[in-house]
């Protein structure tokens, strides 16, 4: 698992660098390796693979003792510009956007285009908080906790 993972983790930095790339599909690319170094510490710990991609499950379901230990080192890792005060609202999103960012387009069938653009942009003058967009990847916190 940890070596598909590393697979994921080398193509999202490459597509990352791309001065072609446009779109989530980095982003994409590492919510599923998250997911999968989520996935094998949990059968390290526990010896059970989950089988959903509810990261906050799967969170939850690791001994206190890893989570704890877990968040320090993410912590020393990004100590300026992640956010680990709430992991439970972290992991939600982490599955959000992994459920969602997929099929991104889908974020706005509700909305005309004019809507689109107008959430767009009262978002972007609203500061562009990641706990308010309709889909956040959470890069830096993702990289920490790797």
Known sequence: ???????YLADEALLSRSAGSSGSGAAMLGLIEFEIFLKAIA??????RPHNHDFSRIWNGLPTSVREKLLTDAKSRHTVHADFREPDRLFAALKKAFETGRYFYEVNDNRTDAEAKTAGEDWVSGG???????????PLERAALI
Do not use: F, K, P, R
Request: glycine share 8%; net charge negative; charged share 15%.
């Open 43 to 48: 059968v390290l710990e526990t010896g059970n």
């Open 128 to 138: 562009g908080a990641s706990q308010t967009a309709d889909i956040a990847y959470y």
């Open 1 to 7: 698992m940890v070596v598909l993972a590393e697979d």
